[in-house]
Structures are given as C-alpha cells and as structure tokens.
C-alpha cells in the first residue's frame, strides 16, 4: 500500500490567493483526519470525516477554511483567501473504526503564504 | 475535554544511552488509548508505541517501552541503546475509547530529543 498521499508536497503563495491542499487515505480506510501544525499550536485537529461525512469541523480556525470528501479515497483542504498566519504543514490521516489500530499519517504538505 | 501535556520541549542523550521522556495527561474516563509518535526531520509521523488503558501491563516494542501509570495520568516514553536515528520530535497522543468520540487523537505538545554520538 503507498500509504496516505498528500498533494502539494510544498506550497508558496500570496496572500489573499485560494490554496487547495488534497489528500488521498489509505484504501478501506473510513476516517480521515486534517491536522494543522505550527510550531506556536502544534498539532491541531481541524476536521475529520466518517464515511466521508464530516463529523466534527470545530478545529477549523474561520470560514476561509473548508474542507471536503466527495468520495472515499479523495479529500480536499481549502483555503480561501490566504493569509500569511495559515503558513503552517498540513496533515492528512486516515484510520479504521472501532480498532485500536494508528492514524496512518501522510507525509504532509508544507504551505508558505506571503 | 482531554489534555496531553508534555513538559520537556527538549531532551539529549548520548548514543547508546537510556532516556525517558515524559507525558501526562488529563481525563474523565476510564477507558482510552494512549500512543507515541515520532516525527523525524522527513516530518512524517510515525506511530512508535501504543497503549491500552485496561492492560496493566506496559507496551514495549523492542527498544522503546513505556511506563503507565493509570491513577497518576503518566504515560512516560523510555528508549533504551539510543542510536542517531531515534533523534526526532516525539509526541504523546491521548485517544478516547469512547464510540461517540470517533478517532479522534488529542496530542502534547512534542518533545525533541536529540542523539548526540
């Protein structure tokens, strides 16, 4: 299995410009996690989704972050308009139900805005 | 809510040494899950070590063991014959057993060990 995917590796925008990050779970895998890491916050739970509903958004810092899961292997991070205090790596995860089994994490995705 | 809380931002050790890095945590329930990643330089998060709540005894996974400690709310990480390849910012993660709780993992805020040779 290649594991958890996450695209862009790296990402340098402008502030004020729409930043998509996407992620792809590890096939059979019915949840999946968005983190934010900053070295002010460190990990942070932003939204997670079972069975490609969202369950719980409350870690999304504003409305200019969004998130979506149109289908199980696919989900995407939007950020929408940037600013440079959203610079910070994204983590996708994805994890089976009911097992004690990890959080598979991906390898992240490092956004820079200026 | 639970809280992880790791109170060494930074530890050192030298090459084949023991070093135990410490956590603690905070919570109502009885039962839940408790686990440490390691994030190397690559930042990819790698699950080093898992814990049930309801085992008494501690998870060990060749040279990384734990030490539980339910009633104290400790969760400390020991690695022991340290190499140059453990160094890493490693983090503890707390995760309710709880069905309403989904997967959610609360993490601490990271401690960085560094091997010196």
């Known amino acids: 299995d290649a594991g958890v995917i996450q695209s862009p590796r790296h990402e340098v925008t402008e502030m004020g410009q729409e930043v998509t990050l996407r992620c792809k779970p590890i096939s059979g895998h019915d949840y999946l996690f968005w983190y934010r890491q900053t070295m002010m916050r460190g990990l942070e739970l932003l939204i997670y989704f079972n069975n490609n509903v969202p369950i719980d958004d409350s870690g999304m810092p504003e409305d200019r972050f969004s998130a979506k899961m149109p289908n199980a292997s696919f989900s995407t991070l939007k950020i929408q308009p940037s600013e440079p205090r959203d610079s910070a790596v994204y983590f996708c995860?994805?994890?089976?139900?009911?097992?004690?089994?990890?959080?598979?994490f991906g390898p992240g995705t490092r956004l820079t805005v200026l | 809510a639970q809280t992880v809380t790791q109170s060494q931002p930074e530890m050192s050790v030298q090459e084949a040494e023991t070093v135990t890095l410490s956590c603690t945590y905070d919570?109502?329930?009885?039962?839940?899950?408790l686990f440490w990643y390691k994030q190397p330089p690559s930042r990819q998060m790698i699950l080093v070590i898992r814990?049930?709540?309801?085992?008494?005894q501690n998870a060990t996974e060749n040279r990384f063991s734990v030490n539980f400690q339910k009633a104290a709310k400790s969760f400390s990480l020991k690695i022991s014959d340290s190499q140059l390849g453990d160094a890493a910012m490693y983090f503890c993660a707390y995760r309710s057993a709880s069905r309403n709780a989904g997967n959610m993992l609360t993490f601490g805020g990271g401690t960085r060990l560094m091997v010196k040779p």
């Open positions: 919570t109502s329930e009885s039962d839940y899950y």
């Open positions: 814990q049930e709540a309801y085992k008494q």
């Open positions: 995860a994805s994890s089976l139900r009911y097992r004690v089994n990890e959080q598979f």
